[in-house]
């Protein structure tokens, strides 16, 4: 019984921010890497930032420097802070997790419903 709610999605200019959070719930154990994926239309899904549970991140090249991935472990959620938006990051965004439900011995990925971020000129 574990969800990922994603929040924060909507339309802004270019030049313009959004932030972007996903809060896990349910019968949690544990989470570890946190992260944020993207799909844009008629492309695959792309990895856009990722961190760890001790705070290690990484980030798609053509985002170093304008989007900031950081987590609060107490509330479960993970953010994705996005200035300076160009049209190209146009995308539905998702959530990403590896948890270990409460009584379960397994680690596993869940996936947020997705948020829909539309850049334009």
């Known amino acids: 019984q574990v969800q990922l709610v994603e929040s924060g999605g909507g339309l802004v200019q270019a030049g313009g921010s959004l932030r972007l959070s996903c809060a896990a719930s349910g019968s949690i154990f544990s989470i570890n890497a946190m992260g944020w994926y993207r799909q844009a239309p008629g492309k695959q899904r792309e990895l856009v930032a990722t961190?760890?549970?001790?705070?290690?991140?990484t980030q798609l090249d053509s985002v170093k420097g304008r989007f900031t991935i950081s987590r609060d472990n107490a509330k479960n959620t993970v953010y994705l802070q996005m200035n300076s938006l160009k049209p190209e990051d146009t995308a539905v965004y998702y959530c990403n997790a590896d948890v270990q439900p409460s009584g379960s011995w397994t680690v596993r990925e869940y996936w947020g419903q997705g948020t829909q971020v539309t850049v334009s000129s």
């Open positions: 961190i760890t549970t001790g705070g290690t991140t």
